[in-house]
């Protein structure tokens, strides 16, 4: 009695092996259900598809087009021409020269950066975690790819949304020539704050800050000149 059992338990285990292996095999075998019609001509130029369902074609400009594009919107040049209002001043002081090195960190898509190039400066750099090419290049600001006194002036908007704020600073003081300027744009702030974001600037002694309007925003723009030592 216990050998039939055992008899047909094999069996049973010889039968479900080979309907799994048949129903495998089918699975395998079969070609995938897709919403693109067999009869649609095939096109090795377009990028194959996010999902099976998804069969519209998406063209790709080059990136010349796309910065062409972006840089002629309505945005981007009202930012650019802010950014434009906003050095004037450092070129009236005679701290913005034509022939003036130029470091933009965290310059975002580079509205600073074409500022600047438009006002007729030859050297100028942005530097950013993320690049926007050709105006920004990637960089970290925490360690700046940039000899000593390798510029003459350093800007940033973002300082204080930095990981390590004082090593920001640090970085941009070391790039920068001795007697160059860092330029730092911040929140809209009092005396007590302004000299808290100096203390940063252990090299560089404040020379002014004054209420700006940057895009549309009220912000406070603080002027140090590295020391000579």
Not at 70 to 99: A, C, D, I, P, R
Not at 181 to 195: F, M, R, S
């Amino acid at each position: 009695m216990e050998k039939q059992i055992q008899k047909f338990q094999n069996e049973v285990s010889f039968v479900s092996i080979t309907i799994a292996t048949l129903i495998i095999t089918f699975l395998f075998l079969q070609t995938p259900k897709t919403c693109i019609p067999p009869s649609a001509l095939q096109k090795p130029h377009l990028r194959f598809p996010n999902s099976t369902c998804d069969s519209t074609p998406r063209h790709y400009l080059p990136l010349s087009k796309k910065n062409a594009r972006l840089w002629s919107s309505k945005s981007w040049m009202t930012q650019v021409s802010s950014f434009t209002q906003f050095f004037t001043q450092l070129y009236q002081n005679g701290l913005l020269k034509n022939h003036s090195k130029a470091l933009c960190v965290s310059a975002g898509a580079g509205h600073d950066v074409m500022a600047l190039s438009k006002m007729g400066l030859k050297n100028v750099i942005g530097v950013e975690l993320i690049e926007s090419l050709p105006l920004v290049s990637r960089a970290n600001p925490h360690n700046l790819p940039f000899f000593d006194g390798a510029f003459d002036v350093a800007f940033t908007g973002h300082l204080m949304a930095a990981l390590y704020p004082l090593r920001n600073a640090e970085e941009m003081e070391r790039t920068v020539r001795n007697g160059g300027v860092c330029v730092v744009v911040v929140d809209e702030c009092g005396e007590e704050e302004v000299k808290e974001i100096v203390r940063l600037f252990r090299r560089s002694q404040l020379l002014s800050f004054s209420d700006v309007t940057l895009n549309g925003r009220r912000v406070t723009r603080i002027i140090m000149r590295k020391k000579s030592f």
